[in-house]
């Protein structure tokens, strides 16, 4: 079966810090560029960072230094570690092969 599946989401305090995990299947992961996005509600899908399959990784500015993404090949699975973390950061977040498959997300929420 083709698909990804997120997990790790949930209810963290200003300052803290989650993982989030995405595991693949169905799809040759270790060629696969991987991407994590976010939409929060009222506001349009945004990439938040992205992995090539050799490991280049690129981040949106309003993360970078917060958030790092990162793959385990061995695994089929990328992740997404988020420090210090913001409730502007609250958002549902999304993995992705860069728009060919979507995970049914996970709900991130920074509030105290």
């Known amino acids: 079966q083709v698909r990804l599946v997120e997990s790790g989401g949930g209810l963290v305090q200003p300052g803290g810090s989650l993982r989030l995990s995405c595991a693949a299947s169905?799809?040759?992961?270790?060629?696969?560029?991987m991407a994590w996005y976010r939409q929060a509600p009222g506001k349009q899908r945004e990439l938040v960072a992205g992995i090539t399959s050799g490991g280049g990784t690129n981040y949106v500015d309003s993360v970078k230094g917060r958030f790092t993404i990162s793959r385990d090949n061995a695994k089929n699975t990328v992740y997404l570690q988020m420090n210090s973390l913001k409730p502007e950061d609250t958002a549902v977040y999304y993995c992705s092969n860069y728009g060919v498959l979507w995970g049914q997300g996970t709900q991130v929420t920074v509030s105290s």
């Open positions: 169905g799809i040759i992961f270790s060629r696969s560029p």
